[in-house]
């Protein structure tokens, strides 16, 4: 049987401070995941749902975006991703009387892991004005209140649609549909506060948004650079990948300003070696670059490969360069103009290391470089991802094997969530196709991304939010402003699995809409549904949930959307199509799929089979690059990196091991030797003593921020000093708890995303 939720929040009275790891999973992190899952869904419970994890006939897993090899493992899961499963195959249930027990004040006092741990939703929940507990609404009368709250906009532009990574390929592309005909663009997403910056950067240079790997690729690397990234937390499954490259003589250069236990040692569980022989030594160079040094890191780079051209010859792919670049000229002569002193300021990291580095670079055949937020949460990290993508174009590296870029995505269809059109600033031909298939025409104005979104709603321009899946508040930078500006909504609509943070800070009015999960069997009519999701390199694959649902009425997301469109789209200028029929068949939304999305044909025959349909990506197929000139890139960035203030540090924003974007399974962050609490932060001894502090004092951090309106601060109470790991002037704090640090108004240019690895703070002792 599966354990009661707990009754109390997180005591951060009993957090314990020990020894950072130093490899990564083995046979404690196997135990971890199946306490979790036991915990959750009871032992045969577990047992029958993770086994059809990632299985070709089984279901997608909801945590990362990490892809499959067609050959699959018995256990084709992680820690995190068990973690995941259990979270949302919970036994444990939120019902009515749940509700009627606990009032909105009540739940607000709890914390974010609380929240989560108390099980899945049930029934439609609506909070009416002025009322202090939700009470039960059925799911007719919950629909045709979104609906009438819809048309009595005065403009659509008051109505903002957000999406989460969650949602699959079929309700994104049906969710999209019905924002265009309610007659807006405002579909802000999860994409605007990670991987915004990679997509600006890689279409601008190489004509695509995404990667241009495989997984092969990634088997096939001499080289893979994997920078601001975690892959031993937030990717586990990627380290098989990592080992298998190792394995065949790769070498593996690990880039952050905390070492990282996955990238130091992995011990996979599912080999004799790992389990008995100590596992397998992963990063041959870590580098610990300074927060935000990454865009110099990669110019050194740059700067050595083109002095060794110079002077020895054959560094640089000539060929390549000439037929397939441009720009290389103005490149080169503005990297020649760089300083190594300043190159050394950036990165925090003297020259010798950095030629040592770049040699690795130029001895290697076939490059690949990963990263993730540690590159994409800067002012500078567009600039930063144009210069990765610089280096690599230098030696040729793309367009062929082992070779190219690996932006590695987190939620599992975040990346087919914008192939399906979740986005605000959508393609003219997108639209136009769109029109076509649904037969009326569809806004052209640019919508609002999230941070766009939350100013919107804080200057009372927005009557209507709307949420499929995440948790908004609790995702979302500068916590004070979000909350106060979802106050002044008229109504809030969360569709959700789970209990989460965004259905405590509600509009005047809120629903909560529970939805099926993964996990979970969609059955329409007599037949099951399957949906599909893409994976961060581009492939596209199904996924059918077995377990009962949570309740015998819980709709999925797409019979949600459906019948919202059949109750909106009732004259001849909205939108056409069978909606009842498309609830009824997710097949029909396929076809209506492939006739508007370049890459989908036969889409239904293809996933019908069990096959994997791998998108065109036009970089990987054949050296073609959809940029305004037909070629791949070089561009010029003047050098950047963060000026901290006397007596300030530098804070990054991230994760502990338990823990899944805002969704924190328990209150342990093992690797880095962080017991039963969550409020710290890491420092480095040096700044600790030369700040008058101790280790284990309990500080308030207060960020500080120089805006157009002068100086704005921000304080976040009460966290324990930690010493640790990381380059002088740096320091690190887990989101969602200093996600109140970051200002609104501090976005990266170009791509807008908010900047949580270069937070200004500054540590005051408790008054």
């Known amino acids: 049987m599966a354990m009661r939720p707990p009754k109390e929040d997180i005591d951060e009275t009993r957090l314990r ?50 892809p499959e090899e067609d050959k699959r493992h018995i256990a084709e899961f992680c820690e995190n991703g068990a973690k995941a499963v259990a979270e949302e195959a919970t036994l444990r249930r939120v019902t009515p009387e749940f509700f009627a027990q606990h009032s909105l004040a009540d739940l607000a006092e709890h914390d974010d892991w609380w929240l989560g741990q108390q099980g899945r939703l049930t029934e439609p929940m609506v909070l009416d004005e002025g009322a202090t507990h939700y009470r039960p609404i059925g799911w007719e009368a919950a629909l045709d209140l979104i609906a009438d709250a819809l048309r009595e906009l005065d403009n659509p532009d008051e109505a903002i649609f957000y999406t989460s990574g969650r949602t699959s390929n079929e309700a994104a592309f049906l969710y999209q549909l019905l924002v265009r005909g309610v007659g807006t663009n405002n579909l802000p997403d999860c994409s605007n506060m990670c991987h915004e910056s990679s997509g600006s950067a890689l279409t601008e240079t190489l004509g695509i948004g995404k990667g241009t790997v495989t997984i092969e690729d990634i088997h096939a690397a001499d080289l893979l650079i994997v920078a601001g990234q975690n892959p031993g937390t937030n990717h586990p499954r990627m380290l098989s990948a990592l080992e298998k490259a190792k394995h065949r003589g790769a070498k593996i250069i690990a880039v952050n300003p905390l070492p990282e236990a996955g990238l130091l040692r992995f011990e996979n569980p599912q080999t004799p070696r790992g389990v008995l022989l100590g596992g397998t030594a992963m990063a041959d160079e870590f580098v610990q670059i300074r927060l935000g040094g990454d865009q110099a890191l990669f110019q050194a780079i740059g700067k050595h490969l083109l002095e060794a051209e110079a002077r020895d010859g054959g560094v640089v792919d000539q060929g390549f360069v000439a037929d397939h670049t441009s720009g290389y000229d103005d490149y080169r002569a503005a990297v020649a103009r760089l300083e190594w002193a300043d190159l050394e300021t950036a990165t925090g990291i003297d020259e010798a290391e950095l030629r040592r580095i770049a040699e690795l670079v130029r001895a290697s055949s076939a490059t690949i470089v990963c990263w993730a937020m540690g590159l994409t949460q800067h002012k500078h990290s567009v600039p930063t991802l144009r210069e990765v993508v610089n280096m690599l174009l230098l030696q040729g590296n793309m367009g062929r094997e082992g070779a190219g870029v690996c932006p590695v995505r987190g939620h599992s269809n975040v990346q087919g969530d914008r192939t399906m059109g979740i986005y605000e600033k959508p393609a003219a031909e997108f639209l136009d196709a769109l029109d076509r298939e649904f037969s009326f025409a569809s806004p052209r104005a640019h919508g609002y991304d999230t941070v766009e979104a939350i100013r919107a709603m804080r200057d009372c ?180 990196y963060p000026q901290i203030p006397d007596g300030c540090l530098l804070l990054q924003t991230l994760r502990s091991h338990d823990q899944y974007n805002t969704t924190i399974y328990g209150k342990d962050d093992r690797y880095r030797g962080i017991y039963d609490g969550r409020r710290v932060v890491l420092v480095n001894a040096d700044d600790i003593r030369e700040l008058g502090f101790g280790d284990g004092e309990i500080v308030d951090l207060v960020s500080q921020w120089d805006g157009p309106e002068g100086r704005q601060e921000r304080r976040a109470e009460a966290f324990r000093i930690v010493t640790y790991s990381t380059p002088r002037g740096n320091a690190a704090a887990y989101y969602p708890e200093t996600n109140v640090l970051v200002p609104l108004d501090s976005v990266a240019d170009v791509s807008g995303t908010p900047t949580s690895k270069a937070v200004v703070v500054r540590l005051e002792r408790r008054r």
């Open 17 to 66: 401070v020990g020894e950072p790891k130093t490899h990564a999973v083995g046979v404690p992190g196997v135990m971890h995941a199946m306490e979790i899952s036991w915990q959750q869904m009871g032992v045969k419970r577990s047992v029958e749902t993770l086994l059809r994890v990632n299985q070709k006939d089984g279901f997608d897993c909801p945590g990362c975006a990490w």
């Open 461 to 640: 321009k927005a009557r209507f939010f709307m949420a499929m899946g995440g948790n908004f508040i609790s995702a979302t930078p500068d916590t004070a402003v979000v909350e106060a500006g979802m106050r002044e909504v008229d109504l809030t609509v969360q569709v959700s699995t789970k209990l989460n943070r965004s259905h405590v800070v509600t509009g005047r009015r809120a629903v909560i809409l529970p939805v099926l999960g993964r996990t979970d069997r969609d059955r329409r009519g007599d037949s099951e549904q399957r949906v599909t999701v893409e994976d961060s390199m581009g492939a596209v694959h199904t996924s059918r949930g077995r377990l009962a649902p949570p309740s015998e009425d819980m709709l999925s997301e797409v019979a949600i959307i459906a019948r919202l469109c059949s109750r909106l789209f009732t004259d001849d200028s909205a939108p056409r199509a069978d909606w009842a029929g498309l609830e009824a068949n997710y097949a029909g939304i396929r076809t209506h799929i492939e006739h508007v999305i370049p890459g989908f044909d036969d889409f239904e025959k293809r996933v019908a089979k069990g096959r994997t349909l791998m998108l065109p990506n036009g970089p990987r197929d054949g050296r073609q690059f959809a940029t305004v000139d037909g070629k791949a890139r070089f561009t010029v960035n003047p050098l950047e």
